[in-house]
């Protein structure tokens, strides 16, 4: 006799139980009977029994398959938090590895953009310099043009009025300056 069989027999017991009350309270209420053969309290005795038995192995089987499915899905849980734990530990540190790289690196790009920097103003102090030397020489250049060209205008000037002078002839009381003056520097010298 299987599991069904007991529940149908425990059923058919629960029936009859159920009858006998309704029949006791149309006889005018609710009483005690306390005869055991018409009670079935013998079958009920046997029937608890039975269910105590086989379903104390049944119940028992599913509880403890109940524990194990429990006490695998914990050391699963137990098992995915380490792993998550050794997960989280090498993302820090792969963050903090990458926080230091990006320190040196903005550090490395801050001293070339000063390198650059100073590169840019040493070659724009050379610039400056080289444009000075060259407006400098070019200065020179104009004023030594401009000085020889005076000159060259100074001596056609000088040389054009004492040719007019001479033209026109010295006067003699210059004429004897001029030879005094001469004589002086020589016989002076």
């Known amino acids: 006799m299987g599991i069904t069989g007991t529940f149908l027999l425990l059923a058919a017991e629960a029936q009859a139980v159920q009858s006998e009350l309704a029949e006791g309270a149309a006889e005018g209420g609710f009483g005690l009977n306390l005869d055991i053969l018409e009670t079935n309290i013998i079958n009920l005795a046997i029937l608890i029994g039975i269910l105590f038995y086989f379903g104390r192995k049944v119940l028992s089987n599913i509880l403890s398959d109940r524990k194990s499915n429990i006490e695998t899905a914990i050391q699963d849980a137990e098992k995915r938090l380490r792993e998550a734990q050794v ?103």
């Open 87 to 189: 997960a989280l530990s090498q993302a820090q540190e792969q963050l903090t590895q990458a926080q230091t790289e990006a320190q040196r690196i903005r550090k490395a790009a801050e001293e070339s953009a000063q390198a650059t920097k100073e590169a840019l103003l040493a070659k724009a102090v050379q610039d400056v310099e080289r444009l000075q030397q060259s407006a400098a020489a070019d200065l020179n250049t104009e004023r030594e043009r401009a000085l020889t060209e005076l000159r060259q205008r100074v001596a056609a000037l000088a040389l054009a009025k004492v040719e007019s002078q001479l033209r026109s002839g010295i006067a003699d009381n210059v004429q004897q300056a001029i030879i005094d003056r001469s004589i002086a520097q020589v016989g002076g010298r």
